[in-house]
């Protein structure tokens, strides 16, 4: 048997954070790994430190201890080739959806023909074809979060953090969405870790889940592939 590619490594992660309050202990000693083509779900109570881990592995926040490594380099900052949907969608509302989907193309120098024929496709796949040229306020929360998706994918990540990204979705939608997205991440062998409350489609969709809980912060409490 072929050992599958490992991409993104969590070693021994430890996070405090320190306010006037005092320490606030949001991540501990949490390892897992998941490899190319794998798809983990995170899913816990609020507050219980899944938004601090998707940050510590983009980058955006050093861990207390412990480290991430993407492809054998230990993440010390931000990286291209990590797309990360936030929990909040960040859509810029004085762009149209079609300019903020090509945001991150355009930050990276990476607008092409080629790139910006994919972008239309995502929309069109994602039935924002003809809200292209409208603006964020005239869009559903759901249809907001299908434009930040897109906009994740469309600089061709290698692996995908996305933080709720069906929230704002009604439940119908949630199941056409969570089944859209669970493809393109299975065919585009990408490593994702997606984080969701809702966990009967963690489990129905994406099989493998990391349950964290608030009263064992940090803790893996289950992790079956
Ligand atoms: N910048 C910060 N400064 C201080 N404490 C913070 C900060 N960010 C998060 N926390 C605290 O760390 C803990 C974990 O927060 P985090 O945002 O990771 O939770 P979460 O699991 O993503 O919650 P939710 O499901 O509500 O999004 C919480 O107790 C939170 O109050
Ligand atoms: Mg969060």
Redesign the pocket.
């Known amino acids: 048997m072929r050992l599958k590619k490992r991409i993104v490594q969590v070693n021994n992660l430890h996070l405090s ?1 320190h ?1 006037l309050d005092g320490e ?1 202990k ?1 991540l501990s000693d949490l390892s897992f790994h998941v490899s190319k083509g794998e798809i983990i779900t995170i899913v ?10 998707l940050s510590i592995i983009s980058g955006l926040l050093k861990p207390s201890s412990g480290k991430v490594t993407i492809e054998g380099i230990e993440v010390t900052d931000t990286r291209k080739d990590v797309g990360y949907m936030f ?1 909040n969608d960040l859509l810029f509302e004085w762009r149209n959806i079609l300019d903020n989907v090509l945001i991150g193309l355009e930050v990276q120098k990476k607008l092409t023909s080629h790139s910006k024929e994919m972008v239309e496709k995502l929309l069109s796949t994602y039935g924002l074809k003809d809200f292209k040229n409208h603006y964020p306020n005239q869009l559903s929360g759901g249809m907001r979060q299908r434009v930040a998706l897109i906009r994740t994918l469309a600089i061709e990540p290698k692996s995908l953090l996305l ?2 990204p069906f929230s704002a979705l009604d439940y119908q939608t949630r199941l056409i969405v969570a089944d859209d997205i669970y493809n393109i991440l299975k065919k585009e062998k990408k490593a994702a870790i997606m ?1 969701t ?1 809702d966990i009967s489609a963690a489990m129905y969709t994406y099989k493998q889940t990391i349950l ?1 809980h608030k009263k064992i912060q940090g803790h893996i409490i289950i992790y079956f592939p």
């Open positions: 954070y306010t606030t949001a816990g109570p609020s507050g219980c430190g899944k938004s601090t881990l929990q933080d709720e984080i409350h964290l």
